[in-house]
């Protein structure tokens, strides 16, 4: 797949409003890549040395976001020596990031909005670092995806001891679900998992957006339950020939599967039960699905 033809066809389809909160991240995420022109613009670039020095003096700024502290206590929290908690106040008060009252040290406003973007960057490198195998495998120039939805993800990922791990993770979280909404670029586990797919046909009400071929191959190979599934209106296919990626909705998870286009197999798994992303995954749902084309005929058997 040309990991820029799904993006020109998305900008075509319905995307929901989503609520302030998540089109800002939204918003924020796909501007990034031009961030750094913006700061060229305005002239007001960042020395790195610089920036590496707030980011060394994290740990200090985050102890005072609770409460002001006193040297004692910036010594105790922080685990450093008199000296140390010297150099750190004297170099934050140059910064103009605290300032002391009464034998306390606060931040000010300026240290307590630096305070929350380094604790934002912690978070969301940490976060694209441990989905790494997920960010390497899955369309990268795709524009409604976000990081900073997915701090507290679970990541599982393939290892060559264990190569089904993904696998076994996104089972049982259907197995967990009376619902499950998806879509996916191939199968959503090996066809050869019969108990999976006698699950998924009798026991949750699912709705899935395949490429043909896929939703053929499946329909071949379980054509008696999967057609009563369909006539007992317990599962609705649906196909679209590009996707970004694989998709799960669950009653109380959502999850992203990146798959190895050599193997075929999922390489990698992340969800979670952030609000969040819940409200993320509707919208990409929906933008999905209104580009889908509803199976409207049951297979032969």
């Known amino acids: 797949m040309d990991p820029h033809e ?14 302030p909160i998540l089109e800002a991240v939204l918003q924020n995420a796909r501007n990034q890549q031009y961030l750094g022109k913006r700061l060229d613009a305005t002239g007001n670039r960042i020395d790195p040395d ?6 060394r003096h994290g ?9 002001p502290l006193d040297r004692r206590e910036i010594e105790e929290q922080l685990d450093v020596s008199r000296a140390t908690s010297h150099r750190l106040t004297k170099w934050l008060g140059e910064q103009g990031f605290v300032e002391k009252s009464d034998g306390r040290f606060q931040l000010t406003g300026r240290g307590e909005a630096v ?10 490198v ?6 790494g195998p997920l960010l390497d495998v899955i369309c990268p120039h795709h524009a409604e995806f976000a990081i900073e939805p997915m701090v507290d993800a679970t990541v599982t990922v393939a290892e060559p001891a264990d190569p089904y791990r993904p696998v076994e993770r996104f089972i049982s979280l259907v197995s967990e679900s009376e619902t499950f909404r998806g879509f996916n670029t191939t199968h959503l586990a ?23 071929h896929i939703i053929e191959n499946i329909l071949d190979v379980y054509p008696t339950r999967a057609n009563e599934a369909i006539d007992h209106g317990k599962l609705t296919l ?22 190895n286009d050599e193997t075929g197999l999922m390489q990698a798994f992340v969800d979670t039960d952030s609000s969040l992303a ?20 049951r297979m032969e058997q």
């Open 6 to 19: 799904d993006d020109r066809s998305a900008d075509l389809v319905f995307k929901p409003p989503a609520s």
């Open 50 to 55: 610089r920036l590496v020095d707030i980011v």
């Open 59 to 67: 740990p200090a700024l985050e102890a005072l976001r609770e409460n």
């Open 115 to 124: 305070t929350d973007e380094v604790l934002r960057f912690e978070a969301n």
């Open 126 to 131: 940490s976060t694209a670092h441990r989905m």
């Open 190 to 212: 090996p066809l050869n998992i019969g108990e999976f797919y006698h699950h998924l046909f009798d026991a949750t009400e699912s709705e899935i957006v395949y490429p043909s």
């Open 238 to 259: 649906r196909t679209r020939e590009e996707l970004p990626y694989g998709l799960a909705i669950f009653d109380e998870r959502v999850g992203i599967g990146g798959y």
């Open 278 to 297: 819940r409200e993320w995954a509707e919208r990409v749902y929906a933008s999905v699905t209104a580009d889908s084309t509803a199976l409207d005929s």
